[in-house]
């Protein structure tokens, strides 16, 4: 069953009582930009005060410095002036339950939907499959602090990337809602 009819209902409401938010400008009024997971149990306006108008918030799957991520920063803040940064993962998070090869191997297999079991993800689909997820780096995580001070390091090295810019480094835990600052990731993403 599709949720297209709920969404455009939902948009009417928020039509009907958009207000002036046509009026926010477009560079974010705090000047700040959050790259966090896509993980539905996350969210960046609750957990960090924010309303329309106020950060960038980039999202992928597991909040990761993927090229794309450090592309959308750098245009936050080199065209829309962001002066601080968060890379923000969170705990219980999906990307910590499979390797690149076995999403690879699932995707081998079949492109249907995978399940969750006590063992990690398995295939239930029913073939064709593709060998194409070869070729993409999945940025699956094995080390939760490890991985947001790889992101944190990986931004604060891009030749792109101005040094006056303090990139900070949390965990968002799921049970308790709180942030979590990462032992060595202020370090690492200091500003200079």
Not at 48 to 73: F, K, Q
Request: glycine share 10%.
């Amino acid at each position: 069953m599709s949720v297209l009819n709920e969404v455009l209902k939902a948009n009417a409401k928020y039509v009907d009582s958009f207000g002036d938010k046509s009026t926010l400008a477009l560079p974010p009024a705090r000047q700040f930009a959050i790259l966090t997971c896509m993980d539905a149990r996350l969210d960046p306006a609750k957990y960090a005060g924010l309303s329309e108008g106020d950060a960038h918030v980039i999202r992928n799957a597991g909040g990761r410095a993927s090229d794309d991520a450090i592309r959308s920063l750098i245009i936050s803040y080199k065209l829309l002036g962001t002066k601080e940064w968060f890379v923000i993962h969170h705990s219980n998070c999906g990307m910590e339950f499979f390797t690149d090869e076995s999403i690879r191997g699932l995707l081998s297999k079949s492109l249907e939907t995978a399940a969750l079991g006590a063992d990690g993800f398995y295939d239930v689909g029913k073939g064709p499959g593709s060998e194409d997820g070869a070729y993409i780096d999945w940025l699956t995580i094995s080390d939760r602090n490890k991985a947001v001070l790889d992101d944190v390091s990986r931004i604060r090295r891009h030749s792109l990337v101005p040094a006056n810019i303090p990139i900070y480094g949390y965990v968002y835990d799921v049970a308790t809602g709180s942030l979590l600052e990462v032992p060595g990731a202020k370090e690492i993403g200091a500003s200079k």
